[in-house]
Nanobody, 124 residues
Framework: QVQLVESGGGLVQAGDSLRLSCAASGRTSSNYVMGWFRQAPGKEREFVAT????????YYASSVKGRFTISRDNAKNTVYLQMNSLKPEDTAVYFC?????????????????WGQGTQVTVSS
C-alpha cells in the first residue's frame, strides 16, 4: 500500500514562488510515474505536470510551462513542483498522483494513487 503526502502549499502574492513536495511511503520503487494536478473551486481537476520514473522525461500543461518545474528524488521517494512567477489563476488545491509503470499520462484517470492535496492561494 502506497500513501502520498503533499506539503508546501500556502498563501503568496502574485510573482512569488513556492515549492510543493510529495512524499511516497509504503511499497515503492522507481518504476512509477508521478504527476501533479490541481483543482480550483467549481472547476474540474486539471493536469499540471508529470515525470517519468528516472526523471529524464517531463511534460507540462501549457498554462504552467516555463514557470513550473517538476522533479523527483528517488532516494527520498519524493517528487517536487517548483512554482515560479505565480499568478492568481494558479490558485487551487494541488494534488500529487502516482501511476504504476513507465508511461506518463496527462489525465487524472490514468493515475492509481492520490495524495490529500495542499492549498495554494495566490493573491493579486
Amino acid at each position: 500500500q502506497v500513501q502520498l503526502v503533499e506539503s508546501g502549499g500556502g498563501l503568496v502574492q502574485a510573482g512569488d514562488s513556492l515549492r510543493l513536495s510529495c512524499a511516497a511511503s509504503g511499497r515503492t520503487s522507481s518504476n512509477y510515474v508521478m504527476g501533479w494536478f490541481r483543482q480550483a473551486p467549481g472547476k474540474e481537476r486539471e493536469f499540471v505536470a508529470t515525470i517519468t520514473g528516472s526523471g529524464s522525461t517531463t511534460y507540462y500543461a501549457s498554462s504552467v510551462k516555463g514557470r513550473f518545474t517538476i522533479s523527483r528524488d528517488n532516494a527520498k521517494n519524493t517528487v517536487y513542483l517548483q512554482m515560479n512567477s505565480l499568478k492568481p489563476e494558479d490558485t487551487a488545491v494541488y494534488f500529487c498522483a502516482l501511476r504504476w509503470g513507465a508511461v506518463p499520462r496527462n489525465t487524472a484517470n490514468g493515475y492509481d494513487v492520490w495524495g490529500q492535496g495542499t492549498q495554494v492561494t495566490v493573491s493579486s
